[in-house]
């Protein structure tokens, strides 16, 4: 029987189907990187309802999930690929890429097997497919009798080593080429265990693979943002803003780095410092809903109480809320991680 958070979640998803179709059918970037982002809304809604909690948003409601044990790791690891897909989606410009795509119908068909299951004794996805896998039994094939080959004349002596010399050179290249793509596959590879480590709760796998990650591309702000969250939420400050302001170096138009570095600013009651980063974050995604929560709390700090109300309203209901009536003491209010 399904719970009441299943047959919730489920009503969520399936007015999610829409933007999952958008992106079967659609060859526009723009309709498809919107079409991501509202795949991804919908998504969340879902596991918002399926936690029974609105207070939780992006990896934060996949890691309660995940603690619960209501998804398995490879769940966790396909939906916060989805979310990560869909920030990306939400940068001016951007053109998701066939791996977005493939990520969005991987956490759909994830998201779908976790609201069909039965939430009481049904085996995580580890559980049900850590058998044996069974083979076909090997045929030994008896080698070839063949009679000795003819000398060949010098002129095919002299093709086949311009043949052996042309096959080197594309061997070189093809190696060459294998040599990037496993460089990106390693830096991919680390990015998405470290998403998935983080979800899961999995802090020292996280802060590992994230490292990883910062030297493999030492261009990527990402990893450094999630470093400077880890370092923030274990109460290392001197790293986390050393992490942060590395990533808004990295990448300007990074929304996700200068609201990270706002929720570092505000925790230490740097607010004049919080407030003008979490402005330049609304400035590069005005609809991001934890940049406009804790804008209102830190204007609301800073006196600016009829202001504070705007973003408020703007923002709409959420953790943010919890700083209208008491604002807590700058040790006490780590902002929430960032999507």
């Known amino acids: 029987m399904p719970t009441d958070g299943q047959r919730s979640a489920r009503a969520a998803f399936d007015a999610a189907r829409a933007s999952f179709e958008r992106l079967t059918k659609s060859t ?32 934060a409601v996949v890691r309660e999930l995940r603690q619960r044990n209501l998804l ?21 410009g951007y053109v998701p890429t066939s791996t977005d795509l493939d990520m969005a119908r991987g956490a759909r068909e994830h998201m779908s097997q976790v609201l069909s299951r039965e939430v009481r ?22 080698p070839a009798t063949l009679p000795p080959p003819e000398p060949l004349p010098a002129s095919a002596r002299s093709n086949r080593l311009a043949i ?38 999995d802090r020292l796998t996280a802060r590992n693979a994230f490292a990883s990650a ?5 261009a990527l702000a990402e990893p450094h943002i999630y470093l400077g969250r880890l370092a923030r939420e274990d109460g290392d400050l001197a790293t986390a803003s050393a992490e942060l302001r590395r990533a808004v170096e990295l990448e300007p138009a990074n929304y996700l780095a ?37 804008m209102a709390c830190t204007l609301q700090r800073l006196g600016r109480s009829d202001l504070a109300v705007r973003f408020f309203q703007r923002a709409g209901p959420g953790e943010w809320q919890a700083c209208q009536a008491a604002p807590p003491a700058p040790a006490m209010m780590p902002p929430a991680a960032p999507r």
């Not at 596959?185 to 680390?190: E, G, M, N, P, T």
């Not at 910062?214 to 030492?218: A, L, Q, S, V, Y």
């Open 258 to 294: 200068h609201r990270e570095l706002a929720a570092l600013l505000l925790s230490t009651g740097q607010l004049e410092l919080a407030r003008s980063f979490y402005q330049r974050a609304i400035e590069l995604n005005p609809t991001d809903k934890l940049s406009l929560g804790y």
């Open 72 to 92: 398995s790791l490879d769940d966790a690891h396909a939906l916060v690929d989805l979310q990560a897909a869909a920030e990306r989606a939400r940068t001016d």
């Open 121 to 142: 004794g049904d085996p995580s996805a580890e559980q049900r497919y850590s058998g044996p896998v069974s083979t076909p039994p090997s045929v030994a094939i008896p």
């Open 214 to 218: 910062t030297r493999d591309d030492p």
């Open 28 to 59: 526009d970037p723009r309709e498809l990187a919107a079409a991501l982002v509202e795949s991804w809304e919908g998504t969340e809604r879902a596991l918002c309802a399926f936690a029974g909690t609105s207070a939780l948003s992006g990896v």
């Open 164 to 201: 052996a010399v042309m096959a080197i050179v594309v061997l070189a290249v093809v190696g060459a080429g294998a040599y990037y793509a496993l460089s990106f596959s390693r830096q991919s590879s680390a990015l998405r265990d470290g998403r998935a480590a983080y979800a899961a709760g």
